[in-house]
């Protein structure tokens, strides 16, 4: 799916969306520092990246988007409450919510934004989309509610096909790397990762479980000690390779995979804008939110696109 066309749908007059702009001079970056590492961030390619973001799904929106000052520790288990239902047949649809929270500063260039003229802080966006199980198909709503009538095709594949690949991943961490690597053929660990938790519906529980395993024996990858809110105002683990990559050293940008903090499910992703950038002209001397997402999966399949667990 392409986000950048979700967003110019919901709101074709806004100023075009950040992450493009800076997609040619993030992708220099990125060839630069392969020749250098594979424990990147590996930040990926905007085609993938705004793919991944646009399939994923989530929900409303937070009143407040500052880091909480809970800590984070190493005792999370996935519960059997948070065990994955029963699988849906081939011909069922999965259904997810995403908000997505955007600022409104207009990127004249990679370090300085600048707010548009009477314009609020964000920008909301809320999709709809259903996905059919066994073949990849999706529908998602227009901005006035209505059930777009296109059917298109979802980049990853089906969602069964994925879920199945995902069972057979072994669970002990280094084996598990290279089987993802043999799955997916771009980027570093960390990006394999990252995409296969904003990509795939139905992970299962002990699947997630390895994964966020694997995810911290990677090489400069860091879990934040505190927690943050998504989009939702809920609660998640903020995850992102150390800010001496290329791209965030340049850029003075992060972005974070935010993930529940007891099942390791897919809640959404935050852009930050770190100390030393500009905005306005001036240089920031704290952290300022630029993009949350809240991604909202349902347990229960429906029949058809449309219909609503």
């Given at each position: 799916?392409?986000?950048?066309?979700?967003?110019?749908?919901?709101?074709?007059?806004?100023?075009?969306?950040?992450?493009a702009?800076?997609?040619?001079?993030?992708?220099?970056?990125?060839?630069?520092?392969?020749?250098q590492?594979?424990?990147?961030?590996?930040?990926?390619?905007?085609?993938?990246?705004?793919?991944?973001?646009?399939?994923?799904?989530?929900?409303?929106?937070?009143?407040?988007?500052?880091?909480?000052v809970?800590?984070?520790t190493?005792?999370?288990?996935?519960?059997?409450?948070?065990?994955?239902?029963?699988?849906?047949?081939d011909?069922?649809?999965?259904y997810?919510?995403?908000?997505?929270?955007?600022?409104?500063?207009?990127?004249?260039?990679?370090?300085?934004?600048?707010?548009?003229k009477?314009?609020?802080?964000?920008?909301e966006?809320?999709e709809?989309?259903?996905?059919?199980?066994?073949?990849?198909?999706?529908?998602?709503?227009?901005?006035?509610?209505?059930?777009?009538?296109?059917?298109?095709?979802?980049?990853t594949?089906?969602p069964?096909?994925?879920?199945q690949?995902?069972?057979?991943?072994?669970?002990?961490?280094?084996?598990?790397?290279?089987?993802?690597?043999?799955?997916?053929?771009?980027?570093?660990?960390?990006?394999?990762?990252?995409?296969?938790?904003?990509?795939?519906?139905?992970?299962?529980?002990?699947?997630?479980?390895?994964?966020f395993?694997?995810?911290?024996?990677?090489?400069?990858v860091?879990?934040?000690?505190?927690?943050v809110?998504?989009?939702m105002?809920?609660?998640?683990?903020?995850?992102?390779p150390?800010?001496?990559?290329?791209?965030t050293?340049?850029?003075?940008?992060r972005?974070?995979?935010?993930?529940?903090?007891?099942?390791?499910?897919?809640?959404?992703?935050?852009?930050?804008m770190?100390?030393?950038?500009?905005?306005?002209?001036k240089?920031?001397?704290?952290?300022?939110?630029?993009?949350v997402?809240?991604?909202?999966?349902?347990?229960?399949?429906?029949?058809?696109?449309?219909?609503?667990?």
């Amino acid at each position: 799916m392409d986000e950048m066309t979700t967003l110019k749908t919901f709101r074709p007059d806004a100023p075009a969306a950040d992450r493009a702009r800076l997609a040619p001079g993030r992708q220099r970056l990125l060839d630069a520092a392969a020749k250098q590492t594979q424990h990147r961030r590996f930040w990926p390619r905007a085609g993938w990246k705004l793919a991944a973001a646009g399939a994923a799904a989530g929900v409303a929106v937070a009143a407040v988007l500052v880091a909480q000052v809970t800590p984070v520790t190493d005792t999370h288990r996935v519960g059997a409450e948070h065990a994955t239902s029963a699988e849906p047949t081939d011909g069922q649809w999965l259904y997810q919510k995403t908000l997505t929270r955007q600022s409104t500063l207009n990127f004249r260039d990679d370090l300085n934004p600048v707010p548009d003229k009477n314009s609020p802080p964000y920008w909301e966006f809320t999709e709809e989309t259903w996905t059919q199980y066994g073949s990849g198909k999706t529908r998602r709503t227009l901005l006035n509610g209505v059930l777009d009538s296109v059917t298109s095709q979802a980049l990853t594949g089906s969602p069964k096909k994925l879920r199945q690949r995902l069972e057979k991943l072994p669970s002990e961490p280094r084996p598990l790397l290279r089987s993802l690597a043999q799955v997916i053929h771009f980027g570093g660990d960390y990006q394999h990762i990252e995409y296969t938790f904003s990509s795939t519906d139905t992970i299962p529980s002990d699947v997630r479980l390895s994964l966020f395993r694997a995810l911290k024996t990677i090489p400069g990858v860091v879990v934040r000690p505190q927690l943050v809110k998504d989009a939702m105002g809920r609660p998640a683990l903020a995850i992102h390779p150390s800010d001496d990559n290329p791209f965030t050293k340049e850029t003075h940008r992060r972005d974070e995979l935010l993930l529940d903090p007891e099942t390791y499910e897919y809640r959404g992703e935050r852009t930050m804008m770190l100390v030393g950038g500009m905005i306005d002209s001036k240089v920031t001397t704290e952290e300022t939110l630029i993009r949350v997402t809240a991604v909202q999966k349902f347990e229960t399949a429906v029949n058809k696109p449309g219909v609503r667990p």
